[in-house]
């Protein structure tokens, strides 16, 4: 690879945070407290990414001499290098058409839109003043979050870097954690039928045979 640097390009930065994240908040939008320190978290996570994706490279900055030592005719410090996992394995061609590229989309794409879908249950869900147990929460409890972890999942496999490797299991905590704490307010709120329900439902994996087809969990009360 012998391409020229395409780093230093701060306003694609800009302009890539901006419409990822206000993409994002589309499918999101934020209301509470809890919301909006998910969401900013997240938004933080895409920041971090385009940042070295278009700004500056500090992970192959960090990582150039065992890079160069490891793959020496690749020109690291071109666009496409970015896209580590690609190179490291051995994609001769357009890494964009390489198969962590296209499962990063697969991810990205399967993230946002569990997310628009979870949000428009559990408004209807809020508007009613009932459990939100249909739809993607027939399947886990926390679908939101999960669709998250799966947009910065994508991201990672798509453009890996030691901020966002660090930054992904620490969101992960959090969102565990936000999710704790939703529970319990849940359980406050409806008390029994809740119980019933996480004990029918994980928080954040699927069960196999749900996925495969099994039968949906009952409705409780009045959700």
């Known amino acids: 690879m012998s391409q020229s640097s395409a780093y230093g390009l701060w306003s694609l930065v ?21 919301d909006w320190r998910s969401f900013g978290a997240f938004s ?5 990414l385009f940042a070295e994706m278009y ?4 992970t192959i900055y960090f ?56 949000w428009k249950t559990l408004y209807d869900a809020q508007q009613r003043g009932s459990l939100a147990t249909t739809g993607a929460y027939d399947y886990v409890r926390h679908p939101q979050y999960v669709g998250f972890i799966l947009v910065m999942f994508g991201f990672l496999l ?4 030691l901020l966002t490797l660090v930054m992904f299991p620490v969101l992960v905590v959090m969102y565990v954690k936000l999710a704790r704490n939703e529970e319990r307010e849940a359980l406050v ?10 004990a029918d439902v994980p928080g ?12 949906a969990p009952k ?3 009045n959700g």
């Open 55 to 58: 700004g500056f490279p500090l």
């Open 44 to 48: 933080a996570f895409l920041v971090a």
């Open 219 to 221: 409705k409780y009360g």
């Open 204 to 215: 954040f994996i699927p069960r196999l045979s749900r996925l495969l087809g099994g039968p």
């Open 14 to 34: 800009l302009v890539n945070s901006v419409v990822f994240i206000l993409f994002a908040y589309s499918f999101f939008k934020p209301k509470t407290t809890r």
């Open 158 to 161: 798509q453009w890996p870097t």
């Open 63 to 118: 990582l150039s001499g065992w890079l160069q030592s490891n793959y020496p005719n690749v020109d690291w410090f071109s666009h496409d290098a970015g896209h580590l996992l690609e190179m490291i394995f051995g994609w001769k061609t357009n890494p964009h058409a390489g198969p962590f590229h296209i499962l990063s989309f697969v991810f990205i794409g399967a993230g946002f839109l569990l997310i628009s879908l979870a």
């Open 189 to 198: 709120s409806f008390g029994d039928d809740y119980r019933r329900y996480m």
